[in-house]
């Protein structure tokens, strides 16, 4: 009965912490540390939620989860109470589940991505003052990467002449620093999370902070190469660029907060957090990352 | 001689100039490169024609090429992609910023009036 509780309890601190951490502010000033506590937030609430529930199921064998589901699928035994049956079958499920969108989240997104290499393929010119840039014949302005093994920096004609030649720079390295660190990776499984649970708040919430995380991340990482005050004007210059006015809601209502946040961070930096609270929080990471498999494999 | 890939490009303008359906022949003729083999313009007609960027009718023994789509609508798929405009939020690109509404518009150039002084 402890496994089962405790794994319950861990659940219910991460959804806990999740909910706490969509509103915290402190995160933007360590960003690629908080990136990282939330992945470790997602993976332990996943483990911890089905594990409670198979923990439960799997009691009357004494072995914990791991062993214990390769006892019951060797001897063809089955817990015999209904609740225990019923946990078991909800573990399951939930389980595959989970795994089941995020690799359909990572078969759509491929697709999607292969779609717009080919179009891009046939369409895209190189600019000779940009080299190494794909450039779109469009009025409208965009800048981003299209992410994988051999990942394609993109931008439109409108964005040519909406930026200087510095804040052009600027973007390219924000741009880069996404390639570099294979951001879209760590924004895949809280995209996915987002499918399976439409509804919560918190998961549109967290989906919300880690792809502002991101940012925040690849705008540090260009800040080193570049003015940050060309990122800044950059960024509002795309942020009031009507020549796509945005439609019918398409947007989040939050993006110009987003902007803003963004160009206040790198106008008026405030101080990274200390590094013995960022090495906290990686360890705590760390820690809790591991917790949830051990309490798989753990016998009782 | 060109890879794959840049022949496909220029096939594709080639056919985006021209008003009508064109035979491989007709094609051929176009191309800048003229040590083609025909069959290398057949088979990159044919590929273009499985990736769905073509569609062909018959026309006697022959077959007659012609775009899909526009070339601009190609742009717009693109763009709206771009700008996350096609209503599912996917990670499959990653944008460097979109642009804001109406009274979050005016916030911003304000602060970029104030940046700039």
Known sequence: MIAAATLAALATVCALGAWRLTAARWTWRAPRAAILLWQSLGVTWGLASTGALLAFALE????GIVHGLAYMGHHWREPHDFLRIAALLGGLALFAVLSAVLVAAGAQTLQARRRHRLLLALIARDEPGVPGVRVVDHPG???????????QVVISAGTLSLLSADELTAVLAHEAAHVRERHDLVLLPFAALRWVLPWTRTVHDAHASVALLIEMAADDRARRQCSPKRLATALLRFGTAAAFATPHGALGASTGENVMARVNRLVKPR???PAHVRFAIVAGSVILTASAPLLWLLPG | ???LGELERSIMDILWAEN???????VGRLIADRDLAPTTV???LDRLTRKGFLTRTRD????????AASRDAYVAELMLEALEMTGDRSAALQRFAQAVSGSEAEILRR???ELEE
């Open chain 1, 60 to 63: 009357p064998f004494g072995r």
């Open chain 1, 141 to 151: 302005a965009a800048a981003y990467c299209v992410p994988g093994l051999r990942s």
């Open chain 1, 271 to 273: 101080a990274e957090l």
């Open chain 2, 1 to 3: 001689m060109k890879g």
């Open chain 2, 20 to 26: 009508g359906p064109l035979t491989a022949r007709e």
């Open chain 2, 42 to 44: 057949m088979t990159v």
């Open chain 2, 60 to 67: 006697g023994r022959a077959w007659r090429y012609e775009p």
């Open chain 2, 111 to 113: 602060a970029l009036t």
